[in-house]
């Protein structure tokens, strides 16, 4: 019992402790920027600490851009905008959600294309044992078969 | 038979992917191409590491090929590439320092105990041009051609080998 409720102190301190995480106190005009500086730091990957949002990073170079979200926020840019600011720098690396573009066409045409030929897969595998089970029966079966059915039937 | 084969289409599909992934697993993800590459060198203006009442911008580094070395006495991997930042100094290879999050004083110490294979400092304490320049640790490499575009980048430590093997031979070809 004992152990369990120091057990359950300390994962309350791990929880605490990575609910405290990175960030600072920012004063925001209205919800909506607020809104908008959430999810723009938790769609911007740190550039130094692979894979960790910069909302979520202790990384100097994380708190750095939280700022810079923050001041072109502060300066009316609209996420477009913000986001230009920061590849231009970091370059693509850091969206967690890479854009359309020549060069990611592949990366997000592969799953469309991919379901696609899933559901061809299966529309030509369906078809090929209905046919399948349609003709695979000779004239003598058939006759078999008719006969069996008819039996059940009048009996 | 030949449709039985078909069945392990899905299994070449994924062992193609798999080893895919696994050689992409093999690369270092911090080697990676500078969003500047090819792009002009970030305006700025700031004042020297050496002389607060000296105002430079990034005309500084155009007329020669120069290689760009953003650094700070708070980082241990800018000392030790300091014998190799010295060594291209001494090949002819002009040196301007960006002394990145740093104050004057202990950036002037860092100078006089490790050397200073440069020919000018400029003095970023706030980090607003490491931040253009999409720096995100130091030390980080920039050359910089004569027009005063970035030719090159080098992530991290410069090794001997670096200087011998890429950053001498890029410095050659945009000279």
């Known amino acids: ?155 | 038979m030949k449709r039985r084969l078909l069945l392990f289409l899905p299994l070449i599909g994924f062992l193609l992917l798999a080893v895919f992934l696994y050689l992409r697993l093999s690369e270092d993800p911090s080697h990676r191409d500078s969003a500047l590459m090819a792009r002009d060198f970030p305006a700025f203006e700031a004042s020297t590491l050496e002389d607060p009442d000296r105002r430079v911008d990034q005309t500084v580094l155009t007329g020669e090929v120069t290689l760009v070395n953003v650094w700070g006495e708070w980082c241990p991997a800018c000392k030790q590439e300091m014998p190799q930042l010295l060594d291209l100094a001494d090949r002819g290879v002009r040196m301007v320092g960006v002394n990145y999050r740093d104050t004057r004083e202990k950036g002037r110490e860092f100078l006089s105990e490790f050397g200073n294979p440069f020919e000018l400092n400029i003095f970023d304490p706030e980090g607003d041009i490491g931040f253009d320049l999409g720096v995100y640790g130091a030390p980080e490499t920039f050359l910089v051609d004569a027009d005063g575009i970035i030719r090159y980048h080098h992530t991290g430590y410069v090794s001997p080998a670096d200087v011998r093997d890429t950053i001498m031979p890029e410095v050659e070809k945009w000279r």
């Open chain 1, 1 to 155: 019992m004992a152990l369990n409720r120091w057990l359950i102190a300390m994962l309350l301190l791990v929880v605490a402790g990575s609910a405290l995480g990175a960030g600072e106190i920012r004063e925001f005009d209205d919800p909506v920027t607020e809104r908008r500086y959430q999810d723009l730091t938790a769609s911007m990957r740190c550039p130094l600490c692979e894979n960790q949002a910069i909302d979520d990073s202790d990384a100097p170079i994380s708190a750095d851009m939280r700022e810079r979200v923050y001041q072109l926020l502060q300066d009316g840019q609209s996420d477009t905008e913000i986001i230009n600011h920061m590849v231009e720098r970091f370059g693509e690396y850091i969206l967690y959600n890479p854009r359309l573009e020549n060069r990611t066409y592949l990366l997000w045409g592969i799953p469309v294309v991919l379901v696609l030929l899933g559901v061809l897969l299966v529309v030509w595998m369906v078809r090929a044992r209905r046919n399948a089970s349609a003709t695979s029966l000779s004239a003598e079966e058939r006759a078999r078969l008719d006969e069996l059915i008819n039996r059940e039937r009048s009996s």
